[in-house]
């Protein structure tokens, strides 16, 4: 197949990570360095190929690096695949899916997204209902411990089985009955479109397969930021065909930090 024109573009190190199609891929580079433009024009390249722009998912971090990929494909592939390509955040690609399976969990398709303050809302009301002083532990600081255990995949039994002192104690009560009130307001907090896409994925074979045919080629933005609850994700969906692309800063402090996401990136390739 003959190369496309806007491959010119690119320098040669960037064409080998723009042509290497098949199989898991990780480009590093510092910041300002064209991470995202290469993964833009890796999708691109893929579309020339023959592959539908509705198999093909980048997920990234913000809106505004979403709408740089959809804007970069509008002037390189055109209208039709820049509407067609899914790309966005997490939680919005998520969000989308499990619009199309919430019953499995119990939830209608129409179930509510909490934003933050609502969230807080909802905490702030159950502990008034248990008698909870403000003064122990915030609304919000119970929120994070929440959010930070739900980005572990830890739920809340998890949770109120290895609290360890009075504070997490109260944090384990109040994990509970938040669960409970959202499932009764058949709504989802943001960590839970992470976290039910993950139970539905893992609900049972068919159940992946559904959602994972969709995808035959996964693509990751700043791979350097990705949590747990993320890192999973992304195993499950490219667990298969293994056609997965990742960029990170390999100058950020995250990834300085530690192995974890070379190692992550191993375990989603199989390797």
């Given at each position: ?107 209608t398709p129409s179930f509510s997204i909490y934003d933050t303050d609502e969230s807080l809302s909802v905490i702030r009301s159950i502990m008034q209902q248990q008698n909870l002083s403000t003064q122990l532990v915030s609304p919000a600081a119970i929120r994070s411990a ?29 994990y509970e009955q938040y669960e409970r009130r959202l499932r009764f307001n058949n709504a989802m907090d943001f960590d839970d479109l992470l976290v039910n896409m993950i139970r539905i994925m893992r609900l049972s074979d068919e159940m992946l397969e559904a959602v994972r ?59």
């Amino acid at each position: 197949m003959d190369a496309p024109d806007f491959l010119k573009d690119l320098n040669p190190v960037q064409q080998q990570a723009v042509l290497a199609t098949e199989g898991p891929v990780m480009i590093l580079a510092g910041a300002g360095s064209g991470k995202t433009r290469v993964l833009t024009y890796r999708i691109a390249y893929l579309l020339h190929k023959g592959v539908d722009a509705f198999n093909i998912l980048a997920l990234t971090f913000t809106n505004k690096a979403a709408g740089e990929i959809k804007e970069r494909l509008l002037h390189l592939c055109g209208e039709s695949a820049s509407r067609s390509i899914w790309a966005g955040t997490f939680h919005s690609v998520f969000a989308r899916l499990l619009r199309a399976h919430a019953e499995a969990l119990g939830y209608t398709p129409s179930f509510s997204i909490y934003d933050t303050d609502e969230s807080l809302s909802v905490i702030r009301s159950i502990m008034q209902q248990q008698n909870l002083s403000t003064q122990l532990v915030s609304p919000a600081a119970i929120r994070s411990a929440i959010s930070s255990a739900k980005n572990q995949l830890v739920g809340w039994e998890e949770y109120s089985r290895n609290a360890s002192d009075i504070r997490e104690r109260s944090v384990a009560k109040v994990y509970e009955q938040y669960e409970r009130r959202l499932r009764f307001n058949n709504a989802m907090d943001f960590d839970d479109l992470l976290v039910n896409m993950i139970r539905i994925m893992r609900l049972s074979d068919e159940m992946l397969e559904a959602v994972r045919s969709r995808f035959t080629h996964v693509c990751v933005d700043e791979y350097q930021d990705t949590n747990r609850a993320q890192y999973a994700a992304v195993k499950l969906l490219a667990g298969e065909h293994r056609n997965l692309c990742v960029v990170g800063d390999e100058t950020s402090a995250s990834w300085r930090a530690g192995d974890q996401h070379k190692e992550s990136f191993q375990g989603v390739c199989g390797q």
